[in-house]
């Protein structure tokens, strides 16, 4: 039977951006049943909702899901897909295509992947009154021995690390870089904390990810303070092969990784959790540049390339890489953030042509 996938195209350029893969999704023939139900801030006039029913039905039954992006409206459906799908794992590959357009002197050869916890941490916000908290740990008292009552009018963010949660990540990492090494890649992780300041978090984080490490003795493995991590990632990025964090720190690696392979056009992404995946680009909304016809499609397109690979259609998603990398290789045809003149559709032909 055809695997079911449903196309969500969300707010700003999401609908574009999802368009474009749709177009390539379907005119390659894949064996997809591919349903795109009316969602995002376009439809909530008619509907009162981002994310109507019959999206939501429908992504309950889809073996994958391509997401667009999502600005305020679409919250609704990033929140769906993540904590109602238990999509734990956001796998962000930062892989440079020679002929994008990345600012370093000297990106032949990134190809590293970000592994972001994607429940916990700081996200989504779980944050108060410190008078409350005051309230409710009245004992309390932080590293230099401050009680909450001591400071004045303000507000709290609570920031969860759970043992089974970066159990469930650091697992999840060590098998991507296992089957990376598998590949050719170099077989390391790298932890990324704070835990010179984040203590028992970080601490917990970084204790759990070394724990499960040793279920991986072919694998190398580093850890950086998440300040020192974003300084390496500029200067030595070849290094980086398999790189695990807590859920912000992920998040403000990826578009820092993004930029390093040619920009937020280009990075896609994949949220797994044990059942059902979703794909998305790691950019947002793009208010700026939404309904222009030029936003660069490339990160969902790559997204769909793994979404393909995720459904058991390998021979096929590399077809579609190795179809993008070629576009760029080739600089005729590319979006103006890659320096070119390009619309969205034109560049989606010409993967298109080259995915043979
Ligand atoms: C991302 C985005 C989202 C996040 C936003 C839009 C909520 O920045 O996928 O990286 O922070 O997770
Ligand atoms: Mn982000």
């Not at 835990?195 to 499960?212: H, P, T």
């Not at 937020?264 to 995946?277: F, N, Q, R, T, V």
């Not at 950019?283 to 995720?310: C, F, Q, R």
């Amino acid at each position: 039977m055809a695997k079911l996938v449903v196309v969500l195209g969300g707010d700003g350029v999401g609908p574009e951006v999802t368009e474009a893969a749709t177009h390539i999704l379907r005119q390659a023939e894949y064996p997809l049943e591919i349903q795109t139900p009316p969602c995002g801030e376009e439809v909530v006039d008619e509907f009162g909702t981002a994310f109507p029913d019959e999206a939501r039905e429908l992504c309950d039954k889809a073996d994958a899901i391509l997401f667009g992006s999502t600005g305020e409206a679409s919250i609704l459906i990033m929140a769906y897909l993540r904590y109602v799908l238990k999509t734990y794992a956001n796998v962000r590959p930062m892989k440079y295509y020679p002929g994008s357009y990345s600012p370093l002197a000297n990106p032949s050869n990134i190809d590293f992947v970000i592994v972001r916890e994607n429940l916990e941490g700081m996200y989504p916000g779980r944050e108060g009154d410190i008078s409350d908290l005051a309230q409710a740990l009245p004992d309390y008292r932080d590293l230099v021995g401050k009680k909450f009552a001591d400071f004045g009018e303000g507000k709290f963010a609570i920031r969860i690390i759970t043992k089974e949660g970066t159990d469930r990540i650091a697992r999840f990492a060590c098998e991507l870089a296992r089957k990376r090494k598998k590949k050719g890649s170099m077989g390391k992780v790298t932890c990324v904390t704070k835990q010179n300041m984040l203590r028992e978090s970080c601490g917990l984080f970084k204790a759990r990810v070394e724990q499960v490490l040793k279920d991986y003795p072919e694998l190398e493995y580093e850890h950086f303070h998440v300040d020192d991590a974003a300084r390496r990632l500029v200067r030595f990025p070849q290094k980086m092969d398999v790189i695990v964090a807590s859920n912000m720190f992920g998040d403000i690696l990826s578009d820092l990784g993004a930029e390093l392979v040619g920009g937020l056009g280009i990075a896609p992404s994949g949220c797994y959790s044990d059942e059902k995946a979703y794909f998305e680009s790691v950019h947002g909304s793009a208010p700026d540049i939404a309904g222009k016809g030029i936003v660069n499609p490339t990160a969902t397109i790559l997204s769909a390339a793994m979404m393909l690979e995720y459904l058991g259609l390998e021979r096929e998603a590399s077809a579609l890489e190795n179809a993008v990398a070629s576009v760029y290789r080739e600089r005729n045809i590319l979006t103006r953030d890659q320096g070119g003149t390009a619309t969205t559709m034109q560049f989606a032909q010409a993967v298109l042509k080259k995915n043979t």
